[in-house]
């Protein structure tokens, strides 16, 4: 029979199903033990980076509804708030599935949450045409509101443009 370690490089999947039957058979001196700690790991690696993918999205989805949605013209309006909505709507339900089947991601959603507004905040900017220093330093959005399928974020005035604040 091919060494387990042979298997990995050659037959990932065949590697895998392997590796489960040595488990479930508790035949634990077979197991490849090197490459099971680095696919773990890895697993977990890519739960979290789904979900701070997920959260970039729809936290520049949310600040472009916030700083830009109101600036745009009415017919535009209807395409962007449609499209974003969609998108604003489509995140949240990944997320939450997403924290449905990796609860051990809710304990570091708070510093996932802080590394995904960056990316989101300069995602805005380059989409907004807007200036970075437009959205505010932090997320000045609760974990609450992020989740809540009702919540969208008022418009910020101090984005409309010097013409627009009068109307």
């Known amino acids: 029979m091919i060494e387990l370690n042979t298997l990995y490089h050659a037959d990932y999947p065949a590697w895998a199903q392997r590796t489960a039957e040595l488990l479930r058979s508790g035949c634990y001196a077979e197991l490849d033990i090197e ?3 680095a696919e773990l790991t890895d697993m977990g690696k890519s739960e979290r980076d789904e979900l701070e993918n997920r959260l970039v999205i729809l936290l520049a989805h949310l600040l ?3 700083y830009q949605y109101q600036t745009l013209s009415e017919r535009w309006r209807e395409c962007k ?3 974003w909505r969609a998108t604003i709507i489509a995140q949240r339900e990944r997320i939450q599935k997403r924290l449905k089947k990796s609860p051990g991601l809710k304990s570091q959603f708070a510093a996932i949450l802080t590394e995904a507004y960056a990316d989101a905040t300069q995602l805005a900017s380059k989409e907004t045409h807007l200036a970075l220093t437009t959205f505010p330093s932090t997320c000045p959005y ?3 509101q992020l989740l809540d399928e009702e ?3 008022a418009a910020s005035h101090d984005s409309l443009m010097p013409d627009q604040t009068s109307k």
């Open 81 to 83: 708030g449609d499209s």
């Open 35 to 37: 490459h099971l700690i």
């Open 64 to 66: 472009k509804w916030q």
């Open 151 to 153: 919540y969208y974020p």
């Open 142 to 144: 609760s974990p609450t």
